[in-house]
């Protein structure tokens, strides 16, 4: 069964962390650009951030660059999330997505994370954060 499956999420307070996981399971995300999006309650989806297929490219909303970090491990099939200093800002549904997009360039990738044509979603997982 070909599926994304995120976990790591939960509550935070304020200036704490959190990583998620994207694990790929009938499939391989070698040759896959790989994002990560959230739904805030009552907003739109928005592109998080996104990581070309040989990690060589990661781009990052404006609203979280500098506090998060997206990475890949190939052997785990995973893509990763690393949320610092978070804010209430932060708090919504954060979903993954793989598109098989191979030797994507910059303006691709922020495409890529700014219309979220991924072949493949994830359920997502919540993250809350509050005092």
């Known amino acids: 069964q070909v599926q994304l499956v995120e976990s790591g999420g939960g509550s935070v307070q304020p200036g704490g962390s959190l990583t998620l996981s994207c694990v790929a399971s009938?499939?391989?995300?070698?040759?896959?650009?790989v994002g990560w999006f959230r739904q805030a309650p009552g907003k739109e989806r928005e592109g998080v951030s996104a990581?070309?297929?040989?990690?060589?490219?990661?781009v990052y909303s404006d609203s979280v660059k500098g506090r998060f970090t997206i990475s890949r491990d190939y052997f785990e099939n995973t893509v990763y999330l690393q949320m610092n200093s978070l804010h209430s800002e932060d708090t919504g549904i954060y979903y993954c997505?793989?598109?098989?997009?191979?030797?994507?360039?910059?303006?691709?990738?922020?495409?890529?994370?700014?219309?979220?044509?991924?072949?493949?979603w994830g359920q997502g997982t919540q993250v809350t954060v509050s005092p």
């Open positions: 997505a793989a598109a098989k997009m191979a030797n994507v360039s910059r303006p691709q990738a922020t495409d890529f994370m700014t219309n979220g044509r991924g072949s493949y």
């Open positions: 009938g499939f391989t995300l070698a040759g896959y650009i």
């Open positions: 990581i070309s297929s040989g990690s060589s490219i990661t």
